[in-house]
């Protein structure tokens, strides 16, 4: 089979068909749910560039997913501007940030740098809390403002006022990120992530220049979450502080841990289970944290390489195991 229509691809191709159907057939409360799923993913895409392909731990992306927030708002209630260049404003700040934060922070190495970027979303969070002229403190921001309607061809245009066309823009920026992180990985430049991530000394004793390169990733990895604290701000209405409270960014590397780090459907696999699994057990909603807690530890103890991880393994084990059987088979 060509590597067009390879099994992966095909496979992509009937979750996206699934994730445009899907909400057609399920209530409001659903489809807010799997909006949110869809947010999330694109917070798990991000951190999956820098941990999952680059090996650089980083508990610091709520604070990215924060300031996108945050950015998209104040500049569209101070600077009376519209969606668009709010959101693209509020991306590109997000990745300035994770350019200037970066630039410190990766000369760090091991626990040293995931300690910084813990400390830099802790204090963004304080920032956003304590700045109240700025940024309302405990009380967020409202009116955040949604898309500007699409004009169609043969007349009449997409409205952005309800709540499945709102999830279906979210989609896009999810298919649509998730295919530029595929192609970056893919690239070059995104082998070059890799091999640092197995061996940072060795990649650079072959002449690549791990910082510049950690630091590229690190930046997309920021815009990447700017865009998602946007898309939440858009869709939500109303920011608070919460949104880049550092505990978040625990909960994205868990939706990581659980889908499988390194991977392409690792972040949508560990979002979708970290959030449907707690929401199917609302009738004891104060559990949800011990069943998140729960998961978390099953996973790191019995599937350490996530759920992605253990089907290729299974996958792999299968293969093997076709090929021993077809060779004593063959065998006189």
């Known amino acids: 089979m060509t590597r067009r229509f390879s099994p992966e691809r095909i496979g992509w191709l009937l979750a996206v068909v699934v994730a445009i159907l899907l909400p057609l057939f399920v209530g409001e409360y659903l489809t807010s749910i799997l909006l949110l799923i869809a947010i999330w993913s694109i917070v798990a895409i991000s951190l999956n560039l820098i941990y999952g392909y680059t090996g650089q731990l980083s508990l610091g992306h709520s604070a990215f997913l924060g300031i996108g927030a945050y950015a998209l708002g104040l500049i569209a209630l101070k600077l009376h501007l519209g969606f668009w260049p709010s959101f693209f404003a ?7 940030f994770g350019f200037l934060i970066g630039i410190p922070a990766l000369k760090l190495r091991g626990p040293y740098f995931v300690l910084v970027t813990l400390g830099f979303a802790a204090i963004v969070g304080v920032i956003i809390l304590a ?13 955040m403002p949604r898309p500007n ?17 709102m999830y279906y823009f979210v989609l896009f920026f999810l298919v649509l990120i998730a295919i530029l992180c595929d192609r970056l990985v893919h690239s070059l430049i995104g082998r ?64 990581l841990i659980v889908g499988g780090a390194g991977t392409a459907a690792g972040p949508i696999i560990g979002t979708f289970v970290l959030t449907a699994i707690p929401e199917g057990l609302q009738i004891v909603p104060y559990l949800k944290t011990l069943i998140n807690g729960i ?13 992605t991880g253990g089907f290729k393994a299974l996958a792999l084990r299968w293969g093997d195991s076709r090929k021993s059987s077809g060779g004593r088979d063959a065998a006189p």
């Open 131 to 143: 700045w109240v002229d700025f940024t309302g403190g405990a009380n967020g921001l409202a009116g």
């Open 295 to 307: 998961i978390l530890l099953l996973f790191i103890i019995f599937l350490p390489a996530g759920i």
């Open 90 to 96: 509020a991306t590109a700040i997000s990745g300035l």
């Open 192 to 255: 070059t992530f890799i091999a640092i991530s197995h061996d940072e000394n060795l990649a650079e004793s072959l002449g690549i220049n791990t910082m510049a390169k950690k630091l590229l990733s690190f930046t997309v990895s920021a815009m990447f979450a700017g865009v998602a604290g946007a898309l939440y701000a858009s869709y939500n209405v109303v920011i608070s502080p919460d949104v880049a409270h550092f505990a978040r960014g625990m909960d994205v590397l868990a939706c």
């Open 149 to 165: 309607p699409i004009p169609l061809p043969w007349g009449g245009q997409v409205r952005f006022d309800s709540l499945l066309n």
